[in-house]
C-alpha cells in the first residue's frame, strides 16, 4: 500500500440498497489528507 493507510468499513442495513447507503455515509464521517476509497461498493450485488 506504499506507506499509505488501510481501513476497512462494514456496514448494515434492512436490504443491499441500504447496507451501501451505510457504508457509504460512514466512509463520508473520515476524514484525512488524501483518502482514497472505492466507489463500486456493493456493485456486483446490485446485479444479482
Do not use: K
Amino acid at each position: 500500500t506504499d506507506g499509505g493507510r488501510v481501513l476497512g468499513v462494514t456496514a448494515t442495513g434492512t436490504d443491499f440498497e441500504a447496507a451501501i447507503a451505510n457504508a457509504y455515509d460512514a466512509l463520508a464521517a473520515i476524514h484525512f489528507d488524501g483518502i482514497y476509497y472505492r466507489r463500486d461498493i456493493g456493485h456486483r450485488l446490485r446485479s444479482v
